[in-house]
């Protein structure tokens, strides 16, 4: 029986021995020595850290031999990212933070090598969405439109597209808990479908990213960052309320998390209820209501070698489809036609580290139960029992997506050069329960193979990939030949190389530029190969092309960045190349009242860029100044324009920040926006050109404490003046209903 028990501790020794690893040091102000407390430690790819105490000092146990990096970053003082190399036993780091007014720089989880924003070969735009929201967003789709480059195709307040750089739909692939997010994206009005609750931050890589996503990524990603477990032997919850003015609406979001030394748990509720938005010009739009219900669940496990985590995501919605002012009331039931969506997200992603490699396995199923409910039309003699009937008749669309994710990363440690040997596919099964068939039941698979390096010099850094992809859509005949609606059956198999080279550069201690060249591809989706029919909101009957190629890019980007502790300006440039986009054209022709569009391909063009500065300036630290311009022309090959290009924009943010008082505590802030939208003339054959205007928003926060309670507040308002206007993106355009008018939206956040 001894020798049995010395076996085990013989084979336990090296768990035990590696658990005793640790790294820690003092942290202090370069310019007046003294201790710094409450500055986060972070180790992004092991995703565990801690923050210094009151003597300026901190300790991350249970670490994984190699190299890791290790960020190190406080609000007032300049984010600080070192290589550091975790040997057994105690590893001592100590550290000096300067002074800085720059708002804290963060680490991209988009791109795998774990870079801060400025060390990142490619340009990463990162918003957290604490800070979308203190700007007034209602809705993450509404919030993404605050970056430069990023633009909303929207239907009423509920739904929103994310736009990049001009393109959209299945051109831009929406991440969530580490897996692509699937939800017949394919159409123009079929939301995001993702709740802001639960979101931590939101990244957005603009330009094609099929090294790293595969198809659909040819015009970017929006990678959605959930909220972090809680650090080590902690606990913490919060409630967050909004009201919002312009729609009577709520939300309200209420979570817990707790963390011991190995086991993590989070939860988190949500409930939106929205009425319909008043326009500038006091009408109210009726059915852009909506409601919205949304769980996000997690449970991690992190030892010293291996730590995985397990996600769950279930959100309920039920969209209204604006098309006309109508009734004008405060109902919250949406009306004919309308969408209940149900969304079960399920991911997991484990990590194990080896002395010298880890591996990433990340595994994915995503549900989507969607139901459209359109107007039915009765005889005179039925009128009285319409409204009965409409509830017994079921959704003339109900389709069932179903996807599975999986994607295995190998890494390597090289020393300074950081390699990503890479496997990814998809499963995807649709399948048909309603009336109407839009698209047919189909399965979709993908694989993809991948490597890519980034290799690090002392002033600059390089890098390097390439990806080779197989898709295979296979999708069954539905109707009769010759009868309206009718869908062969397709069988079809798509095949794309794509690589990525990028260079970036410290010019100097402040002025850095980057230079990145990629390639991109997008199959087509089954509504371009397959489509033969109206579809409620489209206001056109849309017939595919079966003999439809991937559409392939080729993008070239150029960044230059200058930034010192007072001033910060930056230039991006684009120049994308489509071959083979797939556009929707009129033939000229009428299936009863809907005009008939066909699906083409040609070459196309997208060139801009987005310029900006911000300015603090010393000694004034609390006074900030933001302007930024973005613009994007699309041109397809016989010279007329691409169509839903977003307008020419100019963003003027005059912002100012100021410590604790007796009445506040913590940092507040107060701001006041001037966005100038400028005409839309550049339209395609089948838009209309649209009018510039003006937005005057203006927002203040901060935290106080009332009752011994510390709460977080802040009150936006978005449009005071009530402009009445129409946006270039909005799908209600056609119908000549306007944007939403003046809105105010007030917040409060309670920490327990």
């Known amino acids: 029986m001894k020798q049995h028990y010395l076996s085990v501790l013989l084979a336990l020794a090296p768990i035990l021995f590696y658990a005793q690893n640790t790294v820690k040091g003092d942290i202090s102000c370069s310019e007046c020595g003294e201790i710094l407390a409450g500055v986060s430690v972070y180790l992004p790819e092991i995703e565990k850290g801690t923050i210094t105490d009151i003597d300026g000092t901190y300790e991350i146990t249970n670490l994984p031999l190699g190299n890791f990096k290790l960020v190190i970053s406080a609000l007032g003082y300049e984010t600080k990212s070192v290589s550091i190399r975790i040997l057994e036993g105690e590893n001592i780091h100590n550290f000096e933070l300067a002074t800085s007014a720059i708002e804290i720089d963060e680490v991209i989880l988009s791109t795998p090598f774990h870079k801060l924003q400025r060390e990142n070969v490619m340009k990463v735009e990162q918003k957290s969405v604490t800070e979308l929201k203190s700007n007034g967003a209602i809705t993450l789709a509404q919030g993404i439109s605050q970056i430069p480059g990023v633009s909303t195709v929207s239907t009423g307040a509920g739904i929103g597209k994310p736009v990049v750089r001009g393109l959209s739909f299945n051109r831009v692939l929406v991440y969530t808990q580490g897996i692509r997010l699937e939800n017949q994206q394919f159409g123009a009005e079929h939301g995001l479908g993702v709740s802001d609750a639960g979101i931590s931050s939101v990244e957005v890589i603009k330009g094609p990213a099929s090294l790293l996503y595969g198809s659909d990524a040819l015009g970017g990603v929006l990678y959605l960052n959930p909220e972090n477990f809680e650090l080590s032997n902690q ?30 748990f989070l939860v988190r509720g949500a409930v939106t209820s ?9 009408d109210k739009v009726t059915n852009s209501r ?14 010293t070698q291996f730590k995985s985590e397990l996600r769950y995501n279930f959100n309920d919605s039920n969209l209204g489809i604006p098309e006309e002012i109508g009734e004008q009331n405060r109902d919250r039931d949406p009306l004919l036609p309308n969408q209940e969506i149900a969304t079960h997200i399920l991911s997991s992603k484990t990590n194990i580290f080896f002395k010298k490699s880890s591996l990433q396995a990340t595994f994915g199923y995503t549900f989507n139960d969607r139901k459209e409910f359109e107007e039915h039309h009765h005889g005179e003699e039925e009128e009285e029992e319409e409204e009965e009937e409409e509830e017994e008749e079921g959704p003339a669309l109900f389709m069932e997506l179903g996807t599975f994710n999986y994607n295995l990363q190998f890494n390597p440690n090289w ?26 039941d189909a399965i979709t698979n993908d694989f993809g193979v991948l490597a890519t390096s ?37 069988s079809r198999n798509f095949n794309n190389f794509n690589f990525a080279a990028g260079y970036r550069i410290d010019l100097s201690n402040t002025i850095l530029a980057r230079i990145n060249m990629a390639t991109g591809f997008r199959a087509p989706n089954l509504s371009e190969l397959t489509s033969n029919g109206s579809h409620e909101g ?27 502790k007072h001033v910060e300006i930056y230039t991006n440039g684009f120049y994308n190349k489509v071959d083979n986009f797939i556009f929707l054209e009129p033939n000229g022709e009428f299936v009863e009242e809907d005009p008939v569009f066909l699906f083409q391909q040609q070459d196309a063009k997208l060139y801009g860029g987005e310029f900006g500065v911000h300015l603090h300036p010393h000694p004034l630290d609390w006074l900030h100044y933001e302007s930024s311009f973005d613009f994007v022309i699309g041109e397809l090959q016989d010279g007329n324009d691409l169509p839903l290009i977003p307008a020419n924009r100019w963003t003027n943010t005059l912002r100012v920040e100021w410590d604790s008082s007796q009445t506040v505590k913590g940092r507040s802030y107060a701001f006041i926006t001037l966005q100038s939208i400028f005409d839309q003339n550049k339209v395609s054959t089948f838009e209309t050109a649209t009018p510039g205007y003006g937005l005057l928003n203006a927002g203040l926060g901060g935290e106080t404490v009332v009752f011994g309670q510390e709460i977080n507040f802040r009150i936006s308002g978005n449009n005071l003046l009530d402009k009445n206007y129409v946006s270039h993106l909005s799908r209600l355009k056609p119908d000549g209903i306007s944007n939403m008018g003046r809105n105010v939206v007030l917040g409060i956040s309670v920490p327990l």
């Open 538 to 564: 489209t206001n056109r009957f849309e017939v595919g092309n079966s003999d439809l190629v991937s559409e392939q890019n080729f993008q070239l980007d150029l960044a230059l960045e200058y930034a010192n």
């Open 454 to 490: 980034h290799i690090h010099f002392p002033k600059s850094d390089i890098q390097l990939g390439l990806r080779y992809d197989l898709r295979s859509i296979n999708g069954e005949q539905n109707g009769i030949a010759g009868e309206e609606g009718f869908i062969d059956d397709i």
């Open 274 to 282: 929205h009425a319909d938005y008043v326009t500038g010009a006091g």
């Open 235 to 264: 606990t913490s919850g919060d409630v967050n309320l909004n009201y919002i003015s312009s729609t009577e609406g709520y939300n309200a979001n209420a979570g817990f998390k707790t963390s011991g030394e190995k086991l993590r």
């Open 415 to 440: 020393g300074n050069v950081t390699t990503i040997f890479g496997v990814q596919g998809m499963h995807q099964k649709n399948k048909n329960f309603g009336e109407e068939v839009l698209i047919p």
């Open 290 to 303: 909506f409601k919205e219900t949304d769980i996000k669940a997690g449970l991690g496990y992190q030892a």
